[in-house]
């Protein structure tokens, strides 16, 4: 449980936070960072249950006091900073770390302060916590949990030492969901492509009938699509407005003509990853790779514009009828 060899993908990041350790080089503050999924919390447990660890071995060795007292999940010296709201606030940061901070260690080297979320920590409670950063006891790391760095003051980021986890290859996906979950193809591939490099969003796809039924519905508007007249755009827009808050819509239209431009330029099977759909993504392959290349660039467009926090109805009818525009060239 919780050990370096359980984590996917970016080893050479595992092995420097071995060596750090080992060489007792370690920092007082660690900003671990990535999308939704990609392992933040599982590599903020291995780190701390590591750093605690009596031996100075690769893994956590599972057997020392320090390591069995974390795995019964009530380790003394580790403390996970939480909030029952949707951010974290200057109370919590005062009661849960600024209160407890003067309290030495109960029994190991380091007093390990986990705040999962750390991207919704309000302004107030990032410069109540940033004294500490600035002149922590010897004895304290703070390993900060978020998604998105510019949530975070400049101050704090420069007080903390950056720890970035990539996204992980198709392959790599595949093949976790193949040995774990005994996934065959094409599920495999089909929920590694829609996870954008993370296991955890893989897994969360795979449970989720939600996305069995986003992904129905807008597969059957790409198939209408090409012979739609404007007034059915504006209700495709309208049918898409509930899913504001849920952006998946767009990675199935965009892995749609992904497939449509590889039966188009490689016409195999083999290479297309909803082999589910085959039939259908070679009869729209019909039309000039460049104009399945726009429809594309129209997809990725209009995310672009949502995540600047563009008018949604507004970013996705445009984004259809640039696509419907390209149907007929």
């Known amino acids: 449980m919780y050990t370096f ?7 050479r990041l ?37 750093l605690q660890c009596v031996q100075r071995e690769e893994e956590p060795c599972g057997v020392c006091k320090s390591c069995r007292v974390y795995d019964s999940g009530n380790h003394p010296d580790i403390i996970w900073v939480r909030s029952e709201k949707k951010s974290i606030g200057v109370e919590e940061i005062r009661t849960q770390v600024l209160e407890d901070m003067d309290i030495k260690p109960y029994a190991y080297k380091y ?11 309000s302004v107030q409670a990032q410069n ?16 900060l ?43 495999g591939s089909l929920f590694a492509a829609y996870a954008q490099g993370s296991i955890g969003q893989a897994l969360e796809l795979m449970e989720s009938e939600d996305f069995q039924q986003i992904r129905a519905e807008v597969l059957d508007m790409m198939q209408r699509l090409p012979t739609c007249e404007e007034a059915d755009i504006i209700s495709m827009t309208k049918a898409l407005e509930k899913y504001k808050n849920d952006w998946r819509f767009l990675d199935i239209m ?13 016409r195999h099977e083999k290479f297309i990853i909803q082999k589910d759909i085959k039939n ?16 594309i660039e129209a997809i990725q467009e209009a995310r672009m514009r949502l995540a600047q926090n563009a008018n949604f109805r507004l970013s996705v009818e445009v984004m259809l009828f640039r696509i419907k525009e390209n149907e007929s060239k």
């Not at 060899?5 to 080893?11: F, K, S, V």
């Not at 998105?148 to 290859?169: H, Y």
């Not at 790779?289 to 429809?295: D, L, M, Q, S, Y």
Request: aromatic share 8%.
């Open 5 to 11: 060899r359980e984590m996917r993908g970016n080893q």
């Open 128 to 143: 109540a916590l940033l004294k500490t950063l600035e002149e922590p006891p010897a004895y304290a790391v703070f390993l």
């Open 254 to 266: 965009e892995l749609w003509y992904r497939d449509v431009l590889v039966a188009k330029c490689l």
């Open 145 to 187: 949990l978020g998604e998105q760095l510019d949530a975070f003051l400049p101050t704090v980021l420069s007080r903390t030492a950056m720890i970035k986890i990539n996204p992980l290859s198709e392959d790599e996906i595949t093949a976790f969901l193949q040995e774990t979950k005994g996934l065959e193809e094409p599920a």
């Open 111 to 121: 007093k390990i302060y986990i705040i999962e979320k750390a991207d919704t920590l």
């Open 14 to 50: 595992l092995r420097k936070l071995r060596q750090t350790v080992q060489g007792e080089r370690v920092s007082h503050a660690y900003m671990i960072h990535g999308h939704r999924g990609c392992g933040k919390k599982l590599l903020a447990h291995t780190f701390a249950k590591y």
């Open 280 to 295: 259908t993504l070679f009869q729209g392959a019909g039309e000039a790779a460049e104009v399945i290349g726009k429809k």
